[in-house]
Each structure stands twice: as C-alpha cells, then as structure tokens.
C-alpha cells in the first residue's frame, strides 16, 4: 500500500476531489494549508505575521491506496490539480507499512 500526499491549490481540491471519487478513491483527507506554491494571482497571496511573508492558501490532500492503483490516483491528481503554471503543486508517495482499523 501507499500513501499518496498532494499539496495543490485550494480551488482546484473540489475538482480533484470529485474526480478521485469517481476513480473509486473515497478515503480521502483534506487539510488547508499554508504554503509557497507559486500564486495563480494576487487573490490568492496573504501576509503571513508568523512566517514573515507571503504565502498562499493550499490544500493538503492524503489517500492510501494499494501499490497497483497508486499510478492512477496520482494520475488523477495531476490531471485535475493543473493550473495554467508550470508547477501547481507536488505530490508524495510513501509505502505504508502497516494499516490498523480503529
């Protein structure tokens, strides 16, 4: 299994999200951030008094999907997080090692 973990910008989580579903990936995890992904425009940019400068509102999105299914959900991810830059975020993929029910 693997963790797949996406830093994207917050107004493309809702078209991410709706297309990872559709793919069968609904164990999602959403976490807004604050991150340095370049700004799509000035809207986007606050002044953060704790890191001293700029930063931009991004979404953190987390799913674990076995090892076979992790190209398509990241393929997902890219094709549906794309802005018009040249980079509109990054994605991690960990081995999960073990998985525990609660």
Known sequence: ???VKAFIHR???AEVVRALIKGGFTTL???DVKGTLDAL???ELEFS???GRKVVAEVKLELVCDTDSTPTAVDLIRTHARTDQETSGYIFISEVAKVISI
């Open 29 to 31: 995890s959403l976490v």
């Open 11 to 13: 107004g493309r989580a």
């Open 1 to 3: 299994m693997n963790e």
């Open 41 to 43: 425009g000035p809207h």
């Open 49 to 51: 008094m704790e890191f």
